[in-house]
């Protein structure tokens, strides 16, 4: 049983706790709403708490909002609502509509699109109306949810017969400008987390300084694509601007679940005197420090069909810079080292400066050390 279900059980049944907890001021808030049993908490549970999307199988139904504060590269919370509460339209209870919605970034709306989704569409259709008045900054990020095992083509409809409903409706009511994004996604593949990567990024402040950062590092080295992942999540928080590659993000994010599952498994390893004379010794007669490319984390893997290596380097304890290189690059790989290098302080640099004061220190405590034994050689 995950802590989420522990919670639950816990928990009970319970009346709401909308009030944003002292903690939590300043972060930004997703919000996860739409019908019962649409799939909130399993998105919720998978893409933050890493359960196994069979397992969702087991959640029980959310009685109370349940809060989870994340704290990563950019400490966020989020909010998974319970599908039976209609929060403008309680008979039983007032909501303080400022403490749910006054610091949300963006409110993630699931539909359930392996069921009669026209109820879920006119309850989004209200809620935002109902946010426009007060709260037109928020983004409205529309997840059909449970598109594994539809086909392509109805995948394809149900998005437009959503959109052009929300939209109609919406320009009934004279409604024109409403921020609103629709993501395909389902919890058995990739999608949601591409989906939650997307939104995260429209929080990211500066973001176009990092999609620069990375599309010169893609020119200078020649790279296909990079990303900058957050490991716990594989949630990559920017790309270069190279088109996007569903296979390539794929691949990267898979690279990064293996290098986390060894570190898990295996743990620290400080290297022993002995060993270390030996590896110091010749055919290679430097220091340890100076034969590794990097002397934070590195990894690198050669995919044998495409013979592409895929480069990884943490960047702190939540981010990872992981890149494809061309074929044939990996001869050049102390050049490439040397700017990989400078792009990792650059983005150091980055998040230091975008960091509230008190999460500055906690990063420099990195994943260094367990990630230390899967070296490269430069
Ligand atoms: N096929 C499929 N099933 C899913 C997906 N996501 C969630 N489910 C299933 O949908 C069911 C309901 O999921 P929940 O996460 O409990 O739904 P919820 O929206 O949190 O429901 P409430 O707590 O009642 O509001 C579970 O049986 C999940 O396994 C998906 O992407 N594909």
Request: proline share 5%; glycine share 6%; hydrophobic share 40%.
């Amino acid at each position: 049983m995950d802590n989420r279900q522990r919670q639950q059980k816990k928990d009970g049944v319970k009346a709401p706790e909308p009030t944003a907890t002292p903690l939590a001021k300043g972060k930004p808030r997703l919000l996860l709403m739409g019908q019962r049993r649409s799939g909130k908490s399993s998105i919720s549970s998978v893409v933050f708490h890493k359960l196994p999307p069979n397992e969702t199988l087991y959640l029980e139904s959310t009685a109370r909002i349940q809060k989870d504060s994340l704290n990563s590269f950019m400490d966020f919370q989020v909010w998974d609502f319970p599908g039976q509460i209609d929060i403008f339209d309680n008979p039983n209870f007032t909501f303080d509509m400022d403490a749910i919605f006054g610091e949300v970034g963006a409110l993630i709306w699931v539909i359930d699109a392996q069921d009669d989704y026209l109820e879920a569409v006119s309850k989004l259709n209200a809620t935002i109306l109902h946010l426009q008045r007060s709260y037109p900054h928020i983004l409205i990020e529309v997840f059909i949810h449970k598109v594994d095992g539809l086909s392509d083509d109805y995948k394809l409809d149900i998005q437009r017969d959503v959109t052009i409903r929300i939209q109609d409706e919406l320009s009934d009511q004279g409604v024109e400008n409403a921020s609103i994004s629709f993501y395909l996604t389902s919890i058995y593949n990739h999608s949601i987390f591409e989906a939650f990567s997307k939104v995260i990024q429209k929080l990211i402040p500066r973001l176009g300084q990092l999609e620069a950062l990375l599309t010169s590092l893609c020119r200078t080295c020649r790279f296909d694509k990079a990303y900058l992942f957050d490991v716990n999540t594989k949630i990559y928080i920017a790309t270069d601007s190279s088109p996007e590659d569903v296979a390539s993000y794929e691949i990267c994010s898979d690279y990064v679940d293996v290098i986390i599952d060894f570190t898990e498994v295996y743990g620290s390893w400080q290297r022993s005197p002995g060993w270390r004379a030996k590896l110091e010794q010749p055919p290679w007669p430097k220091r340890l420090e100076d034969q590794i490319g990097c002397d934070l984390a590195e990894s690198g893997m050669i995919l044998s069909d495409a013979q592409r290596p895929i480069i990884l380097r943490e960047v702190d304890r939540f981010l990872a810079l992981v890149a494809i290189m061309h074929e044939g690059s990996y001869d050049k790989m102390p050049l490439i080292n040397m700017n990989v290098d400078e792009v990792v302080k650059g983005l150091t640099e980055f998040f230091e400066i975008t960091k509230p004061k008190e999460t500055r220190v906690a990063g420099k405590d990195s994943i260094q050390g367990q990630m230390e034994q899967l070296a490269l050689g430069s």
